[in-house]
């Protein structure tokens, strides 16, 4: 019986056996690989949130510049309708900004859509925005000329699925009827 004990105490003063620590270091090793996954997939998670906030204050300061161009147009009072037109694939829309040959024109070239000023012996681009597969440009006049009512449909690139339509109105002059 003193024999067994004495085994046993010198036995558990020894230390570990060899596949003592190698079962333990495989636990924190599989411990380890799951810990380092997670962090790997947080991490893709966060860079995927990232981006798609920075598409989406993208696409909020363009719908806003857009919206702000269009509603600076001002109708002279003697014209009865404002005027748009569509040649070449771009939308022109008469302005009034110091002398009347002026149009803001929209079109979309090389995967932009562009937007700019033409004052007839001038042309000034004022802001592209891209890359996009596709910029579908609508244009609908109301009853009697009282207006145009345009939409720009927005499709990023790989894929049909419309992903933005900023829509905004001009209105005609509501003193010349």
Request: aromatic share 10%; charged share 20%.
């Amino acid at each position: 019986m003193k024999r067994i004990r004495k085994l046993l105490t010198l036995r558990s003063n020894g230390g570990y056996s060899f596949l003592e620590i190698t079962v333990a270091m495989v636990i924190i090793s599989i411990i380890g690989i799951t810990v380092w996954q997670g962090i790997i997939h947080v991490s893709a998670l966060l860079n995927k949130i990232h981006s798609v906030h920075t598409g989406v204050r993208d696409m909020i300061m363009m719908e806003a510049q857009i919206r702000s161009e269009v509603s600076m147009i001002r109708v002279p009072f003697w014209m009865p309708y404002v005027p748009v037109r569509e040649t070449n694939g771009e939308l022109r829309i008469g302005c009034y900004k110091g002398c009347l040959t002026s149009e803001l024109y929209f079109r979309f070239s090389e995967g932009c859509l562009e937007m700019g000023c033409d004052n007839g012996s001038d042309k000034t681009v004022l802001q592209r925005y891209g890359p996009y597969e596709e910029v579908i440009i609508e244009t609908e006049h109301r009853q009697k000329g009282e207006g145009v009512l345009i939409s720009f449909s927005f499709y990023y690139p790989g894929s049909r699925k419309k992903t933005l339509v900023i829509s905004t109105g001009i209105c005609s002059n509501p003193f010349v009827r």
